[in-house]
């Protein structure tokens, strides 16, 4: 089994889309360019949602012109529809995120629509995108608990993960949105699903409302997952969960990765300091562990 994990950095959209406070273009920018100084080889710039919904997602096209795009490194944005994907295909954007959910009612409130809706929807985005040339990254969200309806069943994400396959997806992130997850579980859904989707084309998003994040990213590591969403500084947080905390932090996750033995490209001093400065930008707590120890271990 390889010994490089790809880590997806999603700071910049996962965490940004759920700060209180929407940074300008040009904080945006140079977190993207920091990050990808630090040898993240994804980082997720953006989205182009209705800027109803998500202000702060609001001109991605306007962060996609302006940063310095490094040879090698990809950078993905989240779209949920067609109207979304012609202005991120018109921004330049060379591989998009598309989002499902495993559960009916988080799907109501995330997209407005039931999944099979949500489905048919993003049929035609994917059928563009691939013609296009396009990589398509899918996100499923609520893979081992929902706010509405607690525990989601393997059944549940598997139907899903199936469709998403169908349409092409070249790779599927498995979300724990509200951070209920914990290791075992985590572990069985990760073997269930790698039954119909190749192991190398699953990714894990895991949040960290109830500190299980690195176990359980463990876990999946254990059940041969090679790909691992994060969020610098832990940034981010979850509107749907009261309380909850953002993605695990990118920091925590490369220290991990290190210390197993497991290489990302990452530049992990580099990345602390990135951390720190977008905690200060955004007047927040750094909540990343090994961001604060390496940065104010002598404060
Ligand atoms: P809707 O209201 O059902 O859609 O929203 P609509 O088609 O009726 O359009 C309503 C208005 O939105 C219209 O404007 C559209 O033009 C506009 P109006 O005519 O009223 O002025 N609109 C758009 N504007 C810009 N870009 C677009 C777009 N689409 C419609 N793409 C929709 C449906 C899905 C669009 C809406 O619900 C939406 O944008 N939701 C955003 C949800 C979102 O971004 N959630 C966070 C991402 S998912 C996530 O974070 C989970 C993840 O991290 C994994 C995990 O942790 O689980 C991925
Ligand atoms: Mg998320």
Redesign the pocket.
Known sequence: MSDFVTVVEVGPR?GL?NEPQTLSTTLRVELIDRLALCGLPVIEAG????????PQMAGTDKVLAAIAARPGTRYPV????L??FE?ALAAGANEIAL?AAASERFSQQ???CSIAESISRLVPVAERAKAAGLRVRA?I??VLGCPYEGNIGAGAVTAVCEQLLQMGCDEISL?D?IGTGTPADASTLVRAVATIVPITQLAV?F?DTYGQALANILACLDAGIRTVDASVAGLGGCPYAKGASGNVATEDVAYMLDGLGLDTGIDLQALARTGDWISKQLQRPNNSKTGVALCHIND
């Open positions: 996962d889309q989205s182009f949602v209705s800027p109803q919904w998500v989240l779209v949920p529809n109207q979304g202005l989002f995330n997209t407005n996100y969200s609520c979300g949105t998003h949040h």
